[in-house]
């Protein structure tokens, strides 16, 4: 019988859990067989090695992150340069707990593509679908953004909510985004 597909992203959703809450020292097969509430051996079914599973998971990440931005696509609409303000304002404010999660693992997945290159294919494409939803923003507005520009970009706000996750009660976002907004477009 063919794995379920469903079960599949079950388990690899339970995963990404399991990397926001404790990291990837905290992956095994036994803990996403508890999380995911389905009976011992059912992820070893799937996914035979831990690698096998954290690349699976880097790749059911990428696959979300790639969702979030269609999602955004599909919403955004048109928008004015106060409107970048106040959409980057909130994205970079507090989350809430399903993204902060997501957030966590996806940065766990990040920190372990330094010690484990296997891993850097899926973190590239997480990269560039940040670099996506960035350009959809300012595309928006009607800018025509340069690709070095949103990378630039999205790699500062990575950086931002980086810190913004690891060490709380950073400023309020809005003057950081005012200084972008004119760095990269008042320049």
């Known amino acids: 019988m063919p794995p379920n597909s469903e079960r599949r992203a079950q388990l690899l959703d339970a995963a990404i859990g ?3 809450d404790t990291g990837v020292g905290g992956l095994t097969h036994r803990q996403v067989d508890e999380r995911a509430g389905l009976p011992a051996g059912t992820t070893s079914n799937y996914f035979r090695t831990r690698q096998a599973l954290l690349e699976a998971t880097a790749a059911r990440t990428v696959d979300l992150h790639w969702q979030r931005v269609e999602a955004l696509q599909a919403a ?3 928008l004015t340069r106060d409107g970048i303000k106040a959409l980057l304002t909130r994205m ?11 957030t966590l ?14 891993l850097q294919p899926f973190l590239k494409d997480l990269q560039a679908a940040a670099v996506k939803s960035a350009t959809l923003i ?16 999205s790699r500062l706000l990575n950086g931002y909510v980086f810190s913004n996750l690891t060490i709380p009660g950073a400023d309020d976002p809005t003057v950081l985004v005012d200084n972008l907004l004119r760095a990269f477009f008042d320049a």
């Open 92 to 102: 970079l404010s507090d989350p809430d707990e399903q993204a902060r999660g997501y």
């Open 138 to 153: 300012f595309e928006a507005a009607g800018f025509t953004p340069e690709p070095q520009q949103m990378e630039q970009l």
């Open 18 to 20: 399991i990397l926001a």
């Open 105 to 118: 693992a996806r940065f766990e997945l990040f920190m372990e593509g330094t010690r484990r290159p296997e």
């Open 76 to 78: 955004i609409g048109s």
